[in-house]
């Protein structure tokens, strides 16, 4: 059976080898960044295990933005370990966060765009797309340690009524950006890159 807990600055060490593993480098925090935004209260992290017999296995976890005042959810990361991957688990998982928010508009989500044919980028969109995530028509930009780099950003509403203005979006990326790249150079930078795709 699945349980789900909030997950405190003290698991930071125990998940980050694996959330390594699964992002690149250019698109990741270091530990450290991790234990400060758990600190600061910017992240909620959810993780999901399992009980076995004798042990707890972790089967994943999520970084998230939960800001209080406001009528959504960003998450940052989902990683669903190696041996639990491609067994439906990440789409329970997925739910369960939905779920957890419901209150909430919806789920805004960055995805890589696709270099080629990674597959694991592709399967990633698809992944997403399947739960009822939709690409937003904007250029949006997220702000990494060195510069920013181009993304998707999609947005998995609650209910098939909940509809986005431009103004929600933008104010979104700002509130999720101030918190959790709160130690990017240029952020405002970084947002005047962002626009609307006509």
């Known amino acids: 059976m699945i349980q789900y807990r909030l997950g ?3 698991d930071v060490d125990a998940i980050y080898a ?5 992002f ?3 698109e990741r925090k270091t530990k450290g960044q991790l234990e400060q935004l758990m600190i600061r209260g910017a992240y909620t992290m959810l993780i999901a295990e399992e009980q076995m017999e004798s042990s707890i296995n972790r089967i994943g976890f999520s970084c998230l933005y939960v800001p209080d005042n406001e009528n959504f959810v960003w998450l940052d990361y989902l990683v669903i370990e190696r041996a639990y991957q491609s067994k439906g688990y990440g789409s329970i998982f997925f739910r ?3 779920e957890r928010w419901q209150s909430r508009k919806g789920m805004y989500i960055e995805i890589e765009i696709p270099s080629g044919d990674n597959v694991n980028q592709l399967r990633r969109i698809a992944y997403y797309e399947r739960l009822g995530a939709k690409r937003l ?4 930009h997220l702000p990494t340690e060195i510069d920013e780099m181009e993304m998707f950003l999609y947005f998995k ?3 098939t009524e909940s509809t986005l203005t431009l103004d929600e979006i933008n104010k979104a990326i700002v509130w999720a950006n101030q918190t959790i790249h709160w130690d990017h150079a240029d952020l405002k930078g970084v947002w005047e890159k962002n626009r609307m795709q006509i």
């Open 8 to 10: 405190t600055v003290t």
């Open 18 to 22: 694996s959330y390594a593993l699964e």
């Open 24 to 26: 690149p480098e250019n």
């Open 96 to 98: 369960e966060m939905m």
């Open 137 to 140: 028509p904007i250029k949006y």
């Open 157 to 159: 509403p609650q209910s």
